[in-house]
């Protein structure tokens, strides 16, 4: 299939545009790159053999999308394209809703005009707000969202899965991931945080390359075995071969599809400390501090629906995932 893969250059972008080109797809890329660099093709083709081909675009320019439509004959779409940071998100609502919202409906729109019907939308397990109940499926209901990014990304999930409703030839297929983290074996291509990171693996990479002194834990009082937040970290490559297993669905029947990608194991705050130790022999100083706002005790996946129906189960351990962050983290964030 020749795929669009919009936000290519970015961290889960890149990995799966590695995972699409190894499994004998074309890939297109758009990005503007506003959190990634354009450097990042040429290590898509050391790694997979093939650069793909690239449009430096943004979404919000509707003008800057249709050449990549013109000029190529896309199958389906995986939309990637977003702003991601939860406290920025906070800060700058406009900017985050525009962006996502707005972006979003404009690559409908080209879409729609260019009779482009497949879609692969990247959600978030923070739609189920506080989970009903743990493991979470498909079925729980969505809650309650703390932040603008988590609400653009409900407000999303509902107008594309709306949108199908009323273009019932549409296929939509909605991914909630879990925790991504780690890199691809080669070091070459991983997450690339702004500034100070917020979330977990990209700060403990930092305080094992020496950049940052200390870990903080965000709380030890949490009703869970160890007292620290309990998550489902997913090996990114792992997530990335879910967006390969989600190109069958396209000859099925023309629906919205809900998945959850996540392994179906939680770890604690510490599990992943002293996981990061033993994998890369290393000591991750931290310090216990009080719990950060809007965190919840523990929530990890069933991810039992996307191996039934799409033949994909996540592989890579907690050992590897550790490793290949540290690996990453001393080729490319020193
Ligand atoms: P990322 O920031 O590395 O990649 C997103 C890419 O989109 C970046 O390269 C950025 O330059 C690009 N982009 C942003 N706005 C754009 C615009 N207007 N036009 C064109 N390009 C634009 O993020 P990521 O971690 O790879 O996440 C990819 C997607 O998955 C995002 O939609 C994110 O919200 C979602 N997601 C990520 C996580 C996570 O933990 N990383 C978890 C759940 C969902
Ligand atoms: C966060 C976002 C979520 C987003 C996800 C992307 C919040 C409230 N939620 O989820 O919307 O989709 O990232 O992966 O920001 N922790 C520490 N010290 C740190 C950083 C984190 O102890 O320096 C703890 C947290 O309290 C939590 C766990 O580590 O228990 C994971 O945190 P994080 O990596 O930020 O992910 P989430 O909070 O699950």
Not at 17 to 32: P, R, T
Not at 140 to 167: H, V
Not at 315 to 326: A, G, N, P, T
Request: with cysteine.
């Amino acid at each position: 299939m020749n795929i669009l893969v919009t936000g290519g250059t970015g961290y889960i972008g890149s990995h799966t545009c590695v995972e699409l080109i190894k499994a004998g797809h074309d890939v297109v890329v758009f990005d503007n790159l506003s959190n990634s660099s354009e450097d990042v093709l040429d290590k898509i083709e050391m790694i997979s053999g093939k650069k793909p081909k690239f449009y430096k675009a943004d979404m919000l320019h509707p003008d800057e999308l249709e050449p990549v439509f013109l000029e190529n004959k896309i199958d389906a779409v995986i939309h990637f394209a977003g702003l991601k940071a939860v406290g920025e998100s906070v800060a700058k609502p406009w900017y985050y809703y525009n962006n996502n919202i707005v972006g979003t409906l404009n690559l409908i729109s080209v879409m729609e005009k260019h009779g482009v019907k497949n879609i692969v939308f990247s959600s978030t397990a923070t739609v189920y707000g506080i989970p009903a109940f743990v493991p979470i499926t498909e079925e729980c209901p969505l809650g309650t969202t703390f932040s603008p990014y988590a609400e653009s990304k409900k407000m999303l999930e509902r107008i594309l899965s709306d949108y199908q409703k009323a273009n019932p030839d549409w296929h939509v297929v909605l991914l909630r991931y879990f925790n991504p983290i780690g890199a691809h074996e080669s070091g070459l291509i991983g997450e690339k945080p702004n500034g100070i990171p917020n979330n977990l693996m990209p700060y403990i990479m930092q305080v094992a390359i020496g950049k940052l002194p200390q870990l903080r834990v965000f709380g030890d009082d949490y009703e869970t075995p160890d007292g620290t937040g309990v998550r489902d970290y997913i090996h990114v490559v792992d997530l990335a071969r879910a967006h390969v297993s989600v190109m069958t669905k396209f000859s099925d029947e023309a629906s919205t599809y809900i998945y959850n990608i996540g392994t179906g194991i939680g770890y604690s705050v510490l599990d992943i400390v002293h996981a990061f130790e033993k994998a890369n022999n290393i000591t991750i100083p931290y310090q216990v501090v009080e719990r950060r706002p809007g965190d919840i005790a523990s929530y990890y996946s069933d991810p039992g629906k996307a191996e039934r129906e799409l033949g994909w189960k996540a592989e890579y351990d907690l050992e590897r995932m550790c490793k290949d962050s540290y690996r990453f983290a001393k080729n490319s964030l020193s």
